[in-house]
């Protein structure tokens, strides 16, 4: 199995900034597809940024040219630096991959989502 803990949510004023970390652990094999998604309420979950299995990286449209994804393979880490921030970001961020683990002699590949960490940002 591969656990995801992400890491750096909190309350920010509007045009501050925030970095999040999502660290995978567990048996893994390897990590593909890996990123952040966000979901304000009422609404539905979204991507905000991910780097994909061919390792380009894709943006909302919302959050292009305020946050950079950036990847650690050594600690299969994920970062977030997100600035500029307004009201409309505030919502709970969540860390996605997609991983290869190891049980005894089976690999399974399959999604998995981080337990989320509250952005909120004051106007």
């Known amino acids: 199995q591969v656990q995801l803990v992400e890491y750096g949510g909190g309350l920010v004023q509007a045009g501050g900034s925030l970095r999040l970390s999502c660290a995978a652990s567990?048996?893994?094999?390897?990590?593909?597809?890996m990123g952040w998604y966000r979901q304000a309420p009422g609404k539905q979950r979204e991507l905000v940024a991910a780097?994909?299995?061919?390792?380009?990286?894709n943006y909302a449209d919302s959050v292009k040219g305020r946050f950079t994804i950036s990847r650690d393979h050594a600690k299969n880490t994920v970062y977030l630096q997100m600035n500029s921030l307004k009201p409309e970001d505030t919502a709970v961020y969540y860390c996605?991959?997609?991983?290869?683990?190891?049980?005894?002699?089976?690999?399974?590949?399959?999604?998995?989502w981080g337990q989320g960490t509250q952005v909120t940002v004051s106007s």
């Open positions: 780097f994909t299995s061919g390792g380009r990286t």
């Open positions: 996605n991959a997609d991983a290869t683990a190891q049980r005894l002699c089976v690999l399974t590949y399959r999604n998995y």
């Open positions: 567990g048996s893994i094999v390897s990590i593909n597809a």
